[in-house]
């Protein structure tokens, strides 16, 4: 049944406003069914005392109904794989004048979330059961979406499903982070994970072509990001893990929530600057080179500069703001998508004064080309050298 807004109720445009946001939240067990996060916008009326929010599986009919409070939430267990649910909220105020009903929104629950063992199906290991990446409009079958930040509030997939928060819903997300954890070092040496698994659980690659560790070491001869679900003894996810390699380190930090920071390579003229709210957890960050053994960048013999900001593929709540020496005054600059294997332009970029300054909120492998490189098209090789006109470093010391 439906409610009108009663004559005296002082609240104005309230529900017709609200927008409503349907999460797949979890399943406790294909007996218990899946449960549903219902979120919408709140409203700011004096009088305001709480939300009711209706659902059921016929369109305007609702059998069931939930009282939120004041919350903006409400997590919605018990419903059936195959079957669409219809939600609806309603206001209501001290007086006990209820609104009509907002906009409804619907769901279908997918099937087949659930295995043999009544636990939810995980085809490709990353942490998120089949159905709910599915409702997301991830892929089932591609890890890597995990560490996706589907909604840009700076948190990725697996964590705001992992804490029960919303990744379509910038304002829906977790106060801390201890579901993502962030390892970097250089390329064959030995990484000792013991920090980072202090409760001794089984880490485990989540892809095949990533080297098992040992003894809670591990060791690579190339660089990259290799991820790891690290699991209890249940084989439940604990956490997920990414250690990053590159070929040489020249600086390393550490971001910690509430503190600015500022790591210089003094060589390169390499500068990177991080707000303090950058991120809710504790991050290790680096600069690094890629193809080289005695420096921490690159310089191609078009004047093309290469470095590595790590962990590879962190995401930002706010960008990073990075600054490199450079002598052009209108250089292209861009960053490595792994995910799609190609190069993205980076906007925000100026250049000035002999420095080159751009924003990102996302790390990884970035190039700033020269103007004289971008005009000719001239083919990037590996070499050394000072590089060609335009270049775009003070110096080029061993390089």
């Not at 980072?196 to 809670?216: E, M, Q, S």
Request: aromatic share 8%; charged share 15%; hydrophobic share 35%.
């Amino acid at each position: 049944m439906a409610f009108e807004k009663e004559p005296d109720m002082k609240m104005t445009n309230v529900i017709k406003k609200m927008m409503m946001v349907m999460v797949l939240v979890g399943i406790v067990s294909v007996a218990h069914g899946a449960t549903v996060r219902i979120s919408w916008n709140g409203n700011s009326e004096s009088d305001l005392a709480g939300y009711k929010v209706y659902y059921g599986t016929t369109s305007g009919s609702y059998s069931t109904t939930v009282n939120a409070g004041l919350n903006t939430n409400v997590d919605i267990p018990g419903l059936t794989e195959g079957v669409t649910y219809y939600f609806a909220v309603t206001a209501f105020d001290t007086s006990n004048n209820e609104s009509g009903y907002s906009q409804e929104a619907h769901a279908t629950i997918p099937e087949g979330l659930g295995n043999q063992d009544g636990l939810p199906t995980d085809s490709d290991l990353d942490g998120i059961p089949d159905g709910i990446e599915t409702l997301w409009g991830l892929n089932p079958l591609n890890p890597m979406d995990s560490l996706m930040d589907s909604d840009g509030d700076g948190v990725v997939n697996l964590v705001e499903f992992m804490a029960g928060t919303s990744p379509v819903n910038a304002t829906d997300y977790p106060i801390t982070d201890n579901i993502l954890k962030d390892v970097i070092g250089e390329v064959g040496e030995v990484i000792d994970l013991s920090s980072v698994n202090a409760g001794g659980y089984t880490i485990v690659p989540l892809a095949n072509a990533y080297p098992a560790p040992v003894n809670n070491t591990i060791t690579v001869n190339s660089p990259g990001a290799y991820l790891y679900n690290v699991i209890d003894s249940e084989s439940l996810l604990v956490y997920r893990l990414r250690v990053s390699f590159t070929d040489e380190l020249s600086v390393v930090g550490e971001f910690q929530p509430g503190s600015f920071l500022d790591i210089v390579d003094d060589l390169f003229g390499i500068r990177v600057e991080l707000p303090e709210n950058a991120m809710i957890r504790q991050v290790p960050i680096g600069i690094g080179g890629t193809g080289t053994v005695s420096s921490s960048a690159v310089q191609y013999e078009d004047g093309t500069f290469e470095f590595d900001i790590l962990p590879y593929g962190l995401i930002l709540s706010k960008p990073a703001v990075i600054t490199v020496d450079c002598d052009d005054p209108n250089p292209i600059v861009k960053r490595y998508d792994s995910a799609n294997d190609t190069w993205v332009d980076v906007s925000n970029v100026t250049a000035s004064n002999g420095e080159v300054n751009f924003s990102s909120d996302q790390l990884g492998t970035f190039k700033v080309v020269t103007s004289e490189a971008a005009e000719y098209q001239a083919p990037v090789t590996d070499g050394g050298g000072s590089g060609g006109g335009g270049g775009c470093f003070i110096s080029t010391a061993g390089i």
